[in-house]
C-alpha cells in the first residue's frame, strides 16, 4: 500500500540513480551481501541484473522503499542508519563521476561569498537538479541556524510506515555533497520528519556551523 499523498500514482528514479545505490551497497556489503538483500526486499530480479546506467526514469519509489525497508530487516535500525548514510554518501560520491557536467555547473555556481551563502546556493542548485531528473520533489528553506531539506515525495519512504524517520540514505547523499562543497567540512544532520511517520513532509535538519 502506498502511503504516498498522490495515492495510486508511480514515481521513478533514473535507473542509474538504483544502480549506484545497489553498487555503493555492493562494495560495502559484498554481491552475496546485495543479493541476499534483493531477496529479502522481494526484488530477485535485480540480482546480477541492477538497473542499467542511462538516466530513464524507471526504477520505481516503491522499489526503492521494498530496498530501504530490507536495510532495516537485516541490519535493525541502527545498523541500517549508518549502512543507509554510508550508502548515500558513497552514492554521491561515485555519482560525481557520471554527472561530472552538473557538478562543474555546481561548483561555479557555488564560487563566490561566504561559505554559508555558497553551501545555500549548492542546496538549492541540489535540490533543482533532483527535481529535475527523478520524481522525487525537494524544496530548501532556512532560518539563522539552518537549512532544511524538505522531501514533498519521498523514495525512501514509499509503501512504508515507521516510529522513527527512515530518510538516512537522504543524510548520506547530503552529506556526501556538503562535505564536497565545502572541502571536506562535516555538518551535523538530523531528519526530524518522515512522510513514513505520517508527516506530510520529511525534513531533514542541517546545521549551518560545521563541526
Ligand atoms: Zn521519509
Redesign the pocket.
Known amino acids: 500500500m502506498s502511503l504516498s499523498a498522490e495515492e495510486g500514482k508511480q514515481y521513478f528514479y533514473p535507473n542509474r540513480w538504483a544502480r549506484i545505490v545497489l553498487e555503493s551497497a555492493e562494495e560495502i556489503i559484498g554481491d552475496k551481501g546485495v543479493a541476499a538483500l534483493l531477496n529479502l526486499a522481494g526484488l530477485p530480479q535485480y540480482i546480477g541484473n541492477y538497473p542499467p546506467d542511462n538516466m530513464k526514469k524507471e526504477f520505481s519509489f516503491e522499489d526503492m522503499g521494498k530496498l530501504q525497508q530490507a536495510f532495516w530487516d537485516m541490519s535493525g535500525a541502527r545498523g541500517a542508519r549508518v549502512f543507509a548514510t554510508r550508502a548515500g554518501e558513497k552514492s554521491f560520491n561515485d555519482g560525481l563521476k557520471s554527472f561530472g557536467s552538473v557538478a562543474k555547473a555546481a561548483q561555479v555556481a557555488m564560487k563566490i561569498g561566504s561559505l554559508e551563502k555558497r553551501m545555500s546556493v549548492g542546496l538549492a542548485f541540489f535540490a533543482r537538479f533532483f527535481n529535475t531528473v527523478s520524481d522525487q520533489v525537494v524544496s530548501v528553506d532556512e532560518n539563522e541556524n539552518e537549512w532544511h531539506w524538505n ?1 514533498e515525495r ?1 523514495p ?2 514509499t509503501g512504508r510506515k515507521t516510529d522513527s ?3 538516512h540514505l537522504a543524510v548520506g547523499v547530503l552529506q556526501g555533497a556538503f562535505t564536497w562543497g565545502s572541502d571536506g567540512q562535516r555538518f551535523r544532520m538530523t531528519p526530524v520528519k ?3 511517520m505520517g508527516d506530510e513532509v ?1 525534513v531533514i535538519n542541517i546545521e549551518k556551523k560545521p563541526l
Open positions: 522531501i519521498c525512501m519512504c524517520p527512515v530518510c518522515c512522510q513514513g520529511g
